[in-house]
């Protein structure tokens, strides 16, 4: 099972990096989450409301350890309210998961992120704020919702 989540895991990153953009002025961001999970957060645009995002949480303690990675495709829809400062915009989709409690026993999700994000013109940061509602599927049926806020510098 592990293999097999791994090469799902493998080929995601394969096909989020191996995308062509779009010409537009940010295309790929990195930065920072807070929540479930925290940790780095990635985003890449493929067209002006069409990205897919990426989440690596991970956490060493003294009774628990754990790795936490999702992956999602996500569309947006556009708000231009006037604002000098930047734009507002609404995204959603569906998503995966992987949970990873003590390097032992993996969970993998289906997930449903639905966020409000920023996006500032003058400088190459973007704001969020999301809840996603999730199923896991293995070991075990459960469902539940995470949600995180975090912000990303756009490189290019």
């Known amino acids: 099972m592990k293999k097999i989540t ?4 493998t080929l995601l990153v394969v096909l989020v990096f191996s995308q062509k ?3 537009q002025d940010r295309s790929f961001g990195i ?3 807070l929540g479930d999970p925290y940790g780095v957060s990635f985003k890449l645009y493929i067209a002006e409301d069409k990205a897919i995002a ?13 790795l936490y990675i999702t992956a999602d495709f996500l569309l947006h829809r556009l708000y231009e309210m006037g604002w000098d400062a930047g734009s507002l ?7 995966v998961s992987y949970y990873d409690p003590g390097f032992i026993d993996a969970t993998i999700s289906l997930r449903g992120p ?3 994000g920023a996006d500032f013109r003058d400088v190459p940061v973007g704001v ?3 809840v996603a ?5 293995s070991p075990d049926f459960y469902f539940s919702f995470m949600g995180a806020a975090g912000f990303r510098f756009y490189i290019n």
């Open 6 to 9: 791994l090469s799902i895991l």
């Open 128 to 130: 969020f704020l999301e």
């Open 114 to 116: 639905l966020g409000l």
């Open 133 to 137: 509602p999730y199923i896991d599927l």
């Open 54 to 66: 990426a989440g690596l949480g991970f956490g060493i303690a003294d009774e628990i350890s754990y």
């Open 89 to 95: 915009h609404l995204y959603y989709g569906p998503g």
């Open 21 to 23: 953009t779009d010409a």
């Open 31 to 33: 930065g920072g989450m």
